[in-house]
């Protein structure tokens, strides 16, 4: 259900070369002629101003087309050359069956990944997806051959203790998919309890997010409401206990408290309509993703969202994922752009004179540059 990132030209745009002053930076002036407003009435891409483009690129154009001082100009292109230097490395996990392809790529526009296998033989039985800077690496199932899982667990630590050039742990966060459809759990809790956690110590809690997946065949799928495509009462609270049961195991064996989230990752049968599964709840996942990630590498994700609408239309209602998820995004923005690279700052009243926390598109500023690029790749605008 992925679509192919596609380049595209906006003819009704000017290419001219724009200095900035006192520092010989070169950058394209791709503003509309006539400077009016993106519009907001195209299809399904990423539409109207800027095309289908980089974050990074429509980010620049913006600061670069502001009317601020060209000093205060050139210190946010250096901390956005700082941003988009950032790297996001996902490690997926899990029993076989679980759906961990099919969750990659309902996630993330695989169609355009470049796959490979571990850089080293340390984790050669993983595989790799890159998308610009952002790395999926793909584990084998769990479960099937005894001595298969124990070298399966072996090339994780070694992937999990893996660091780059400044120390840091290569691997940004491990997503721990399960089958909610099946009590035989036994092989993921043992990952979790005895590999996971104790190689990502204090910092598991915020570098693991688990979900359900196949959420919709639990209970044998008697009671998913197709038309809806979403869990009927009974279902729902089902998948309630389900998560509940799981974190409850997990606290009790190793002392840390994981919320797992209940999803579906989506699938096709065929090609007979009646049998595509639509994904339900994927905006959740991607929200907690997205907080898990640190606030300086999160728009990593944004140019690497699946493009397929229909996969963020559904979910659970308990909260305005999308919504949180663009805001998280703002996070990055703020963060890094105007605030410098401290990691755990907040952002400020204003950015570029204008007030970050306001909800609702603000044409010209960056919040609204990011919210609608996002927004729209979610199959809403903000």
Known sequence: MAKTARKETDNSKTN??????????????????DGSEPDETSGEENSGRY??????????????????????KVAKLSNLLRLRSRKVNILVVGATGVGKSSTINALFNMEIAKVGIGVDPETSLIEQYVLDNLTIWDTPGLGD??????????QIVAKLNESDENDNSVIDLVLVLLDASTKDLGTTYDLINNVLIPCLEDEASKRIII?????????????????????????????????????????????????????????????DPAEIRRPYNLTALLYHIVKAVPKDKRLVLVNN????????????GKDDYKKLTVESFFESVGNSIVGGMESGSE???ELLGIPGMIVGAVVGGLFGTVRGFVGTALGKRY
């Not at 001219?16 to 002629?33: A, H, L, R, S, W």
């Not at 969202?305 to 659970?316: A, F, T, V």
């Open 51 to 72: 095309g289908k483009k980089n974050i990074y690129d429509i980010l620049e154009e913006e600061i670069v087309a502001s009317d601020i001082p060209e000093k205060e």
């Open 211 to 271: 979900g359900l997946n196949q959420s919709d065949l639990a209970m044998k799928g008697a009671h998913w409401d197709k038309e809806r495509n979403m869990p009927d009462d009974v279902l729902a609270k089902y998948l309630e206990r389900k998560a509940h049961s799981v974190s409850e195991r997990i606290r009790e064996a190793t002392g840390l408290k994981l919320d797992p989230v209940t999803f579906c990752a989506g699938y096709m049968e065929g090609c």
């Open 16 to 33: 001219n070369k724009k200095t900035v002053e006192n520092t010989g930076m070169e950058y394209e002036d791709t503003t509309i002629g």
């Open 305 to 316: 969202l699946n493009e397929e609408s229909e996969n963020w239309e559904y979910d659970d």
């Open 347 to 349: 952002i400020g009243d």
């Open 145 to 154: 051959n005894v001595e298969r899982d124990r070298e399966i667990k072996r």
